[in-house]
Structure formats: structure tokens, C-alpha cells
């Protein structure tokens, strides 16, 4: 599942003024990488909290 509609992926993808400043399909997962794993951080913070007593880290370090 990706956060972008493949519509909307597509078009951003074909359209030309965003291939001149750079977006490609790898830069942009990325970019959907990054925006699924800030929805979980914002959204399920407790998990992140769990994630870092397992490793050993404080919670407050866990956005570091």
C-alpha cells in the first residue's frame, strides 16, 4: 500500500515540469517510504516507545 493514489503517482511521475527538477519513481517511493513511516511515528507513538525499550534506547531518542 502506498500513501499516493497510482493516478496521481502516474501523472506526477509523466508530467514534465516535475522530471526537469528531478522526481524519478525511485525519489519518489522514497519520498512514500518516508511519508508512511511519519504516519505510524505520528500516529502510533506507544509502538515507538515499545520499539525502543526492546533496544535498549530511551524513548526520547527514538526521533534521533
Same mark, same amino acid.
Given at each position: 500500500? +502506498?500513501?499516493?493514489?497510482?493516478? $496521481?503517482?502516474? &501523472? /506526477?511521475?509523466? =508530467?514534465? +515540469?516535475?522530471?526537469?527538477?528531478? $522526481?524519478?519513481? &525511485? /525519489?519518489?517511493? =522514497?519520498?512514500?517510504?518516508?511519508?508512511?513511516? $511519519?504516519?505510524?511515528?505520528?500516529?502510533?507513538?506507544?509502538?515507538?516507545?515499545?520499539?525502543?525499550?526492546?533496544?535498549?534506547?530511551?524513548?526520547?531518542?527514538?526521533?534521533?
Amino acid at each position: 500500500m +502506498t500513501p499516493t493514489h497510482p493516478k $496521481l503517482r502516474d &501523472a /506526477l511521475l509523466l =508530467d514534465a +515540469t516535475h522530471r526537469k527538477r528531478g $522526481l524519478t519513481p &525511485a /525519489l519518489f517511493r =522514497d519520498y512514500e517510504t518516508l511519508l508512511g513511516q $511519519l504516519f505510524y511515528v505520528v500516529n502510533y507513538p506507544q509502538d515507538q516507545e515499545k520499539a525502543a525499550s526492546r533496544k535498549g534506547a530511551s524513548p526520547k531518542n527514538v526521533a534521533d
